[in-house]
């Protein structure tokens, strides 16, 4: 399983960015969700939002909550997170990855096997 990941960037806080998420040479992906982690520098690594390819159901991490929408493509096999009012405390690398939705639920860094994964991809919200 290969994902390619775009977005990402420099945004000041309350602006918007999207970022893409597309699994590529997957055979069993209806059965996974494709979604994102996110890692700031000294912190561990976080579960943001992921979505079932099969039929839409998401998750969310409480603190993005009424700000990402996360999205999917199921045909192209692609996720789509869109970040607006975006904050400092959302600065990270973000991950792209794919597995069992329980997976962003129940999320522990000792977990990360449960995924397969993509390059990150770094967004800075600052001023």
């Known amino acids: 399983v290969q994902l390619q990941a775009c977005g990402g960037g420099l945004v000041q806080p309350g602006g918007s960015l999207r970022l893409s998420c597309a699994v590529i040479?997957?055979?069993?992906?209806?059965?996974?969700?494709i979604g994102w982690f996110r890692q700031a520098p000294g912190k561990e690594r976080e579960a943001v939002a992921g979505?079932?390819?099969?039929?839409?159901?998401?998750y969310y991490r409480d603190s993005v909550k009424g700000r990402f929408t996360i999205s999917r493509d199921r045909a192209k096999q692609t996720a789509y997170l869109q970040m607006n009012n975006l904050k400092p405390d959302d600065t990270a690398v973000y991950y792209c990855?794919?597995?069992?939705?329980?997976?962003?639920?129940?999320?522990?860094?000792?977990?990360?096997?449960?995924?397969?994964w993509g390059q990150g991809t770094l967004v800075t919200v600052s001023s």
């Open positions: 040479q997957s055979t069993v992906i209806d059965h996974y969700a």
């Open positions: 990855a794919t597995g069992f939705l329980a997976g962003w639920k129940n999320y522990k860094p000792e977990n990360n096997n449960d995924f397969y």
């Open positions: 979505i079932m390819v099969s039929d839409g159901r998401t």
